[in-house]
């Protein structure tokens, strides 16, 4: 599909920064979340979680729990359904473990009682026997000799053998022959990185309200990035038919890729089924931290080859990513994004999916990309400073472009990175003067966003306004943009329309609100569902008119005859049709249910300024600069808001953010005291450049935002930090301790 | 969990010698309520002492200070002389935590604690901050440092409580700072405080308390450090000798915070940077 | 149980409720007064989503006692606009997208109100350190801060 109807101008609607529809419910405190709703005869639960890393359970006793006053339930995984197999055996084990507790938090338990405090009293009394098992929780040491085993018979046929059982999967990709390659540079370096765990961070933690009767039929309340696959999953792990079981998503208080996960609804189900009663299930903080996904923590070694005029010869990378006690680590990802921006020659990656005693991992903001990137932009950083090379002027030579053989295997269509490059090299902040003490650093980002099945329905009402039904959550401002796209298709205001994220029984499948998708694919269906629209008001019009259907066009909101020779008609406003649409042949309903496949992919720059106290190893960020290829912003603001807050997070997981486990495999920092997000007073003002360079698989050329923007910050403010403190930092996160023994290294030469 | 709110110290003191279990007293909450809500200490007593008359007192006494043991941080930054006395002990208070926690936390709740890491002892230490206490057997009055005896302990006895903190008059020619490092900008932990107090004769310091926090079980006071600074001008010499000392009393741990080497080095650069702030607040710099 | 009688004011209204000893102000806004503007993103004063003013001081209400409250003004998002006029924070904020997820957003703005009321003309060093207690991890605070800066620029000019 090419970008069609309108070019990149010409658009009234789209490209405009209308008010969010959500806007007066946030800021009055209306908005219901997932913690907000309540039901008639409700009862609340609690998790008994495992506090060892590895343990067989032997016995779980809950008679001095059911003893309690006002407890009407308690779960363990016997209430779980048997013989499931595949992904769905991997999310109940995670949901509610059999045998063996996992990791730190892991779920043995649940118990339902009448009040909050009553449940969490109740959940103390379930006694829970366990006999402790090595663990390992590093991911060089998991697949390492000796390493305890996770759980036998994980891996897949990918595994070369004599690999450690931990390892479970297994990618190798890329072309040319990269020894050739490295024998033709000037300067081959070589060099080895590790990054720690950091988590989604969002600061509401996962909750639900569920209800599910004798009968089989249920409903969920909860907030998810996709309440279709609630549905799909709960259904499986309670046993009952996913039609019986209607999710309706809350509004979501930040995801990241955290709440593309199930975790709670199937343990609320089963308590519900069992005392009869709705059950409402709320994470604290702390269970946030020790069983939701965190990223995978890495391992990476990186060689790349230059030429004295900064020409890359050749590319290798191999990277270990830890993905907690299931399989499933991006290391795919990690290992595709890793030389993407480069075109080149030779290139060759490997990646190893390596389990350990922590929580799964989940998807966060371009899984796996923003390590890699990490990794090789700082070897390229010091090729650059090693060879006194422009690093912008460098990526630009080297950059991939439309119709270079990407380092992941197939052809690049239309892209934007050069754009990003040029537009970065532009920007006042790449010559702007540094303070002393202050470092910079440049990176670029890549990241491949995504389709997925979607469906979205868009219905009239009499008096001339529209009902837009999406099925992907909003986590970004999407109910403003589908608005801006509908109202651009129909040509009537934005303020017309109101979209609503349906429920599981008002649509048909979505995928998760993931992958960059939602702008590009529920926007798409969008766009083609107010095309249906129109070719039914069309026919309409023709009706009345006695004229054929085709000789009749939409313009400006409204029919009319498509030229002198179709004959001479007043034109009919999109009001005038719907007003008697009943008399006419009945509602007027526009739909579009498909699979997109041209999700296009986005390039980033990011420019970072860094001031380094070296006495205390404290870092400053002073000024950062997110430059973007968004295909078409539809809402400007929003893609700004992207930007900010992709450069934001990643900020967080450079500096400060990490999973610490102590010697007995305990999580040591489950509090947002010591899991050391950015505060307000930690960031600068993020300065953004919106790059369009239309994505020829979407109708006005969208590409995703969301992700990208995370993928350059690790590495750009390495390099920033690093050029600052005059040390090359290869350890995420680059704390101050960390900052002051790689200086004090360097001293001891 | 019993809550009581008693209208006196003698009547706190004697709910919490006759409890059972373990007891809490209540002022600004801000470390009993996360301790409470993160299942990690379930008071079965907990006496909210909010409710005895002047708690929320900052009044002057003997030419220095008795503050309430109620009295928020965000009421003594607000307070129109006590930071121009004790510039170091009101900004240490203020750096706890956010501007929410400022609305309730207290000195005496920070102190009583036990935290090593707590940011107000230092600077009340090297203040010469006394408490005074209310117990079953009637009133005495303690000084800072002789509080805690180790992480999350006191020298209070069972049925005592601090009934008010009381800050000597500041005197001539004398200046205080309080630093930590942190992390972030704002809300972490201290990885290492230093409270510094000085007096000078001329350029020359007469007389000095230096105290380091987070870097041992209890917050320390340096008499090592205070004896590098005083009879120098805090030449550069000097400063060396008190970051040597500052370190050197160092008995820090590694954990999620921070490291051994960490918390040694970083001790000697706060001591350097809060002297020569309260070397100024005294006078030094004319 | 024994549960403890509370007569407290909360946005202007006299409120009476019972709860347990160990109930949080947040706890007894939400699950029994049915206020559920403020959010619990933690529990522990980390996040600020739970802010609210007590006599005018701002707090988190997760670290307050509902037993506290006897005899107290509650001040919470829901009483922060005039009817249906929003507060000039509020319209600012969605003007700006200095929200996206939302959730953190009760407790920033119930924190800013506090902010211009002490301080009618902060600086952006001043209205970032106010706001380190607030936890934002969609927006990277930019907007927000932007937001709050020229609401108060607007407020001191209609003044």
């Given at each position: ?42 009862l609340h639960a609690a998790i ?14 809950s008679?001095?729990a059911e003893?309690m006053?006002g407890v009407k339930a308690v779960v363990t995984?016997a209430d ?29 338990a649940a118990v339902a009682a009448s009040?909050?405090?009553a449940a969490?009293?109740a959940a103390?009394?379930i ?83 569920a209800?599910l ?54 343990v609320a189900l089963a308590l519900s089924r069992k005392a009869n009663r709705p059950v409402?299930l ?468 | ?286 | ?159």
């Amino acid at each position: 599909m090419a970008p069609d109807g309108h070019g990149t101008n010409g658009f009234k609607v789209v490209g405009t920064r209308p008010n969010r529809p959500d806007g007066v419910d946030k800021v009055t405190g209306r908005a219901k979340f997932g913690a907000d709703a309540a039901a008639p005869g409700m009862l609340h639960a609690a998790i008994v979680r495992s506090p060892h890393a590895h343990a067989k359970i032997l016995k779980i006793d809950s008679a001095k729990a059911e003893a309690m006053k006002g407890v009407k339930a308690v779960v363990t995984r016997a209430d779980f359904a048997e013989g499931l197999t595949g992904e769905n055996w991997n999310i109940l084990e995670n949901v509610m473990a059999s045998d063996t507790a996992l990791y730190d938090g892991h779920a043995v338990a649940a118990v339902a009682a009448s009040t909050p405090l009553a449940a969490r009293d109740a959940a103390k009394l379930i006694e829970v026997e366990y006999e402790l098992l090595p663990h390992v929780t590093d991911v060089d040491k998991a697949m390492g000799s000796g390493a305890p085993v996770i759980r036998t018979g994980a891996a897949d046929k990918s595994v070369p053998e004599g690999m450690h059982p931990n390892v479970v999967r297994y990618h190798e990709s890329g072309h040319g022959d990269v020894e050739k390659g490295f024998a033709e540079a000037d300067l081959v370096l070589e060099d080895s990185f590790k990054t720690e765990a950091t988590h989604q961070g969002y600061i509401e933690p996962h909750a639900c309200l569920a209800q599910l009767g004798p009968d089989g039929k249920g409903e969920v309340w909860c907030c998810t990035q996709g309440h279709f696959n609630v549905q799909k999953v709960c259904a499986a792990l309670v046993g009952t038919d996913a039609s019986q079981l209607r999710v309706t998503p809350s509004e979501i208080g930040g995801g990241f890729g955290g709440k593309t996960v199930v975790f709670i609804e199937p343990v609320a189900l089963a308590l519900s089924r069992k005392a009869n009663r709705p059950v409402k299930l709320v994470m604290s903080r702390s269970e946030v931290f020790r069983a939701t996904g965190p990223t995978a923590s890495t391992s990476m070694d990186i060689k790349i080859g230059m030429t004295r005029d900064g020409k890359i010869t050749a590319a290798q990378g191999v990277f270990r990513l830890q993905g907690g006690a299931f399989p499933g680590a991006p290391m795919e990802f990690t290992a595709m994004c890793a030389f993407a921006p480069y075109a080149l020659e030779n290139v060759h990656q490997v990646g190893y999916d390596v389990m350990s005693n922590r929580p799964k991992q989940a998807a966060y903001r371009a899984p796996g990309s923003p390590m890699a990137a990490f990794a090789v932009e700082s070897v390229v950083d010091q090729l650059c400073n090693e060879l006194d090379l422009d690093p912008i002027e460098v990526r630009l030579k080297n950059a991939s472009k439309e119709g270079t053989k990407a380092s992941f295997g197939p052809k690049f269509d239309r892209i934007g990175l050069v754009e990003t490059l040029e537009a970065a090299k532009a920007h006042p902040h790449h010559k702007a003067p540094l303070a002393e003490g202050q470092g910079r650093g440049i990176s670029c980002g890549f990241w491949f966003n995504h389709g997925g099945e979607t469906a979205v329905s868009l219905a009239l009402s009499e008096d001339g306004t529209v009902s837009l039904s999406v099925g992907t959550p909003d986590i970004g401002g999407s109910r403003a943009s589908m608005g801006q796209m509908a109202a651009e298709e129909l040509g009537i205001p934005y303020e017309k329309i109101r979209t609503t994220v349906a429920d599981t029984a008002t649509l048909g499948y979505n995928e998760i609100s993931h992958g960059s998708r939602v702008t590009y694919a529920s926007g798409l269906a969008t766009i083609q569902a107010a095309r249906d629209t129109v070719q039914k008001l069309c026919a309409r019009a023709a009706a009345k008119w006695g004229i054929d259907e085709d000789a009749v066009v939409w313009e400006d909101g409204c029919a009319k005859p498509s030229g002198p020779n179709a004959g001479e008609f007043e034109p009919l406003p999109l009001a005038r049709i719907a007003r008697s649409m009943g008399r006419t042949g009945g509602p007027i309903v526009g739909h579009f249910e498909a699979t997109p496949e041209g999700a296009g992919v986005s390039f980033a720059t990011h420019i970072v300024d860094a001031e380094v106290d070296k006495e205390t190893g404290q870092t400053k960020v002073v000024r950062y600069t997110v430059v973007q290829d968004a295909g078409k912003a539809i809402h400007p603001t929003y893609v700004e808001g992207q930007f900010q807050g992709g450069a934001a997070q990643g900020i967080g997981w450079a500096l400060n953010e990490e999973y610490i486990y102590g010697e007995d495999g305990r999580l040591q920092n489950s509090l947002f005291l010591d899991y050391r997000i950015p505060v307000a007073s930690d960031l600068p003002m993020i300065d953004t450049v919106i790059v369009e360079v239309p994505n020829p698989g979407h109708p006005y050329g969208v590409r995703g935002v969301g992700e990208t923007s995370i993928c350059p910050p690790l590495a750009a403010i390495a390099n920033a930090v690093s050029n600052a403190a005059g040390v090359r930092l290869k350890e995420l996160p680059m704390s101050p301790p960390r900052i002051l023994a790689a200086l004090a290294a360097q001293a001891d030469g | 969990m019993q809550y009581h709110t008693p209208g006196s110290f003698d009547d706190a003191a004697t709910i919490a010698a006759k409890a059972e279990g373990v007891t809490r007293f209540l002022a600004g909450g801000t470390d009993v309520l996360v301790q409470l809500r993160a299942d990690m200490v379930t008071p079965d007593v907990l006496i909210d002492i909010k409710h005895i008359d002047g708690v929320s007192d900052i009044a002057r006494e003997d030419g220095g200070w008795r503050i309430g043991v109620a009295v928020t941080g965000a009421e003594m930054t607000e307070h129109p002389e006590l930071d121009k006395e004790w510039p170091g002990v009101v900004e240490a208070m203020d750096l706890i935590g956010s501007t929410q926690i400022q609305g309730r936390a207290t000195l005496v709740g920070n102190l009583c604690n036990g935290s090593p890491a707590a940011d107000s002892v230092p600077a009340m230490i090297a203040a010469g901050a006394s408490v005074s206490v209310v117990g079953p057997d009637g009133s005495r009055t303690i000084k800072v440092e002789d509080v805690p005896t180790g992480p999350g302990r006191t020298s209070l006895e069972k049925g005592e409580v601090v009934s008010a903190v009381h800050l000597p008059a500041r005197g001539d020619n004398g200046g205080d700072a309080y630093l930590r490092f942190i992390p972030r900008t704002e809300m972490d932990i201290a990885v290492v405080g230093c409270g510094v107090n000085l007096r000078l004769d001329g350029d020359r310091v007469a007389e000095a308390r230096v105290s380091l926090g987070a870097v041992a079980p209890t917050v320390l006071l340096v008499e090592e450090a205070a004896q590098a600074v005083i009879g120098t001008t805090l030449d550069a010499a000097a400063l060396e000798a008190l970051s040597a000392a500052a370190s050197a009393a160092c008995k820090p741990i590694n954990d999620k915070r921070g490291t051994i080497e960490f918390r040694t080095h970083v001790a000697g650069v706060l001591a350097k940077r809060a002297a020569k702030i309260a070397y100024d607040r005294a006078g030094g710099a004319k | 149980m024994t549960m403890i009688h509370v007569t407290t004011t909360v946005n202007g209204d006299e409120v009476e409720f019972l709860c347990d000893p160990r109930e949080t102000l947040l706890d007894v806004l939400r699950d029994r007064l049915a206020l559920t503007g403020a959010k619990e993103g933690c529990g522990t004063g980390d996040c600020g989503a739970c802010s609210v003013t007590v006599d005018d001081r701002l707090v988190c209400s997760c670290l307050m006692l509902g037993a506290e409250a006897e005899g107290k003004s509650i001040g919470t998002i829901e009483g922060m606009a005039d009817g249906e006029a929003l507060h000039p924070l509020q319209e600012k904020f969605i003007e700006y997208a200095a929200l996206q997820c939302g959730v953190c957003t009760p407790g920033v703005l119930v924190a800013t109100e506090a902010l211009l009321k002490k301080n009618p003309d902060p600086t952006e060093t001043e209205v970032r350190y106010w706001l380190a207690g607030n936890l934002c991890r969609c927006t990277g605070y930019d907007k927000i801060i932007r937001a709050v800066l020229d609401t108060a620029a607007d407020l001191r000019k209609a003044s």
